[in-house]
């Protein structure tokens, strides 16, 4: 499964009323569009008068619905027709006007009447002055589409339209997004199965300031638990250091040193289906840490280190009585040796796959978009990969665990 594959070809109805926040609706749908799904714009009249249907059809390549083709040359079928058919339905933004309409079940527009005839999920990003969303009636609104199963992303507290500052922002595209991505795929072929992920690099501190690390930057973990979720999988996230954002719908754990991360590990794996450590945990760390700043003219300090935690033979120890996590991979960076020391790893962690990455290439590897991978499995056969972007280096590692349930 890839990120194309959970898009292609899906129907969502993005839905847009009268908000000043109308303007990001256009963004949504020209991301959806470039996902490969077919996006059918429904405009309230109020929405119209903040930005036009030829904006939507100008990035979905699709018509644009507006109040005006209720009673159209297609009459009222227009709405069955739309609502049936989508696989979504997302409203963004949603004024407390279309809240109160969905709520008590209104069909006054064609938005409203297509959200009666919908037969999906439906998700409300919510946008409105700050004393509109929390009064009284739009809360209880809230609650009772909350109760009818409609999922809310937002709104987000941040300065408003009217100046003062409070809940009622709507949440940026990119997140309404995710929350898109993620309640398409949550009935994914790992529907129901916990996988762990691990990402970035560690930090071992040597005093207050200064720490031992290592330039893992933490995509192709993030890549990793990102397809894990377009699977339908429930994922735990940990990562070291790193300035990602982490991908919508994860159970996120972030940790700073080996100690922290093991800890981590061994908690949230011990009922796991899937161990993906992609993480760059620092071999070493200083055996002690200096109290205050170790100051220049001191001379050079002298750093006794001692070896962290290996995490994946712990949780090879643990597996052996217990049976869980049921899979384990690991990633292998190198710089030399790449396959003879990648099998080495496999073998001696009791791997049921190995990620090996040669890291000495400036084009892939740490830091960087695309990333170079040789996938070795227990029972000693091999795939090599070219060169690819890291969410498809993640796509594939997720195609190869879907293959063990």
């Not at 119209?48 to 249907?53: D, Q």
């Not at 209720?70 to 058919?85: F, K, S």
């Not at 037969?119 to 004393?131: L, S, T, V």
């Not at 070291?240 to 754990?253: A, E, V």
């Amino acid at each position: 499964m890839t990120a194309i594959k959970l898009f292609d070809q899906k129907h969502i109805i993005l839905g847009v009323t009268g908000s000043i926040a109308a303007y990001k609706a256009a963004e949504i749908a020209s991301r959806l569009t470039q996902s490969g799904v077919l996006v059918d714009v429904i405009l309230t009249a109020n929405a119209e008068k903040f930005i036009t249907p030829l904006t939507f059809q100008s990035v979905t390549g699709r018509r644009a619905y507006t109040d005006a083709d209720m009673w159209g040359r297609e009459g009222h079928v227009t709405h069955v027709a739309i609502g049936h058919y989508a696989d979504l339905m997302v409203i963004a933004p949603a004024t407390a006007n279309t809240l109160a309409r969905l709520a008590y079940g209104m069909g006054d527009n064609l938005l409203c009447v297509a959200a009666l005839a919908a037969h999906c999920p439906i998700i409300i990003a919510p946008a409105m002055d700050a004393g509109m969303y929390s009064h009284p009636a739009t809360q209880a609104n809230v609650e009772t589409l909350r109760q009818r199963g409609t999922l809310f992303i937002g709104p987000e507290t941040g300065h408003l339209a009217s100046g003062l500052t409070g809940p009622g922002r709507m949440s940026e595209p990119a997140e309404i997004f995710g929350a898109i991505r993620h309640t398409l795929g949550r009935l994914g072929p790992l529907s129901g199965k916990k996988v762990v992920v691990t990402a970035g690099g560690t930090q071992e501190a040597i005093d207050p300031v200064r720490v031992i690390s290592n330039r893992s930057s933490g995509k192709q973990g993030f890549a990793v638990a990102q397809a894990a979720l377009d699977a339908g999988a429930r994922v735990f996230l940990i990562a070291g250091h790193n300035s990602l954002i982490p991908p919508y719908g994860c159970d996120y754990f972030p940790v700073t040193s080996a100690r922290e991360m093991a800890e981590a590990v061994l908690s949230s794996t011990a009922d796991a289906d899937i161990l993906i450590m992609a993480a760059a945990v620092a071999d070493f760390r200083p055996g002690e840490m200096a109290s205050q700043k170790i100051k220049k003219d001191q001379g050079a300090p002298v750093i006794k280190l001692e070896p962290t935690e290996d995490i994946l033979s712990l949780v090879a120890q643990r597996k052996t009585s217990s049976g869980f996590p049921r899979k384990t991979v690991g990633f292998a960076a190198e710089s030399q040796d790449l396959l003879k020391n990648a099998s080495h790893k496999l073998h001696s962690k009791a791997l049921d796959m190995v990620v090996a990455n040669d890291v000495s290439s400036a084009a892939t590897g740490f830091d960087v978009d695309d990333n170079k991978v040789t996938f070795l499995f227990a029972d000693g056969s091999m795939e090599s990969m070219s060169t690819l972007p890291k969410s498809e280096v993640g796509n594939k590692i997720i195609e190869k665990a879907l293959a063990w349930f």
